[in-house]
């Protein structure tokens, strides 16, 4: 079975500040492992994907994510956060080897960035 | 160019009702997706579509939930005499092809309230 956690309910950090999103996963084979931000009234948008290759991704808005496989993690990150990155962010996966499909996502984190 | 819409964007309906949603995704995405999205609970997987391949109906919480998509293209997800717990927002996504590790496109989402 996959599933992915994401600890934090919310995340509060200082714009200018450098900011972390948790992401932890378990699949039984390899993942694939995205980061999705849903601003307030709108729809979600794809922020970065690992998929194969480099373990640091690179995203949309200044975004990166490291994939680890030995923790398991998938941690987004910001050097200098910004008023405008407040939303709900969120962490899926997918087990390329389950023969599904099938994506799973966190519960989400809402990050808010204070002026 | 347009992205993946969905109607209604609201639906109040009363207990005991069918209710049916509908998801126009990207023109050529031969992959789609329905979740739930309840408050506090993320996004909850639904149902898959890949192609002419049999549906992942696997998230479906009920019999009372089915969807369908036809010609390849648009799709409806229907649920049959509704109860309070399924108020909710539906959302649809597309991909290019459900493997690959191609990233999801959302819609704006429809919001159900079952009074």
């Known amino acids: 079975a996959q599933s992915v956690a994401q600890p934090e309910d919310q995340v509060n950090v200082a714009e200018g500040n450098p900011l972390t999103v948790k992401c932890t996963y378990s699949?039984?084979?390899?993942?694939?492992l995205f980061w999705y931000v849903q601003y307030p009234n709108r729809g979600l948008q794809f922020l970065l994907k690992y998929i194969t290759g480099d373990n640091l991704v690179k995203g949309s808005y200044g975004f990166e994510a490291e994939f680890n496989k030995s923790q398991t993690s998938f941690h987004l990150k910001k050097p200098s956060a910004l008023v405008s990155d407040s939303a709900l962010y969120f962490c899926?996966?997918?087990?390329?080897?389950?023969?599904?499909?099938?994506?799973?996502f966190g519960t989400g984190t809402r990050l808010k960035v204070l002026a | 160019g347009a992205g993946v819409s969905q109607s209604p964007s609201n639906k109040v309906t009363e207990k005991g009702k069918d209710v049916e949603l509908r998801c126009d995704p990207i023109s050529g995405h031969t992959a789609l997706y329905w979740y739930r999205q309840s408050l506090g609970q993320g996004l909850e997987f639904l149902i898959y579509f890949q192609g002419n391949s049999a549906p992942d109906k696997s998230g479906l919480p009920s019999d009372r939930f089915s969807a369908e998509r036809t010609g390849g293209s648009v799709s409806t997800l229907t649920i049959q005499r509704t109860q309070q717990e399924d108020s909710a927002v539906y959302l649809c996504?597309?991909?290019?092809?459900?493997?690959?590790?191609?990233?999801?496109?959302f819609g704006p989402g429809t919001r159900l309230t079952v009074l």
């Open positions: 699949v039984s084979g390899n993942p694939y």
């Open positions: 899926a996966v997918r087990d390329i080897t389950s023969g599904t499909y099938k994506y799973i």
């Open positions: 996504a597309s991909s290019l092809q459900a493997g690959g590790g191609n990233e999801q496109f």
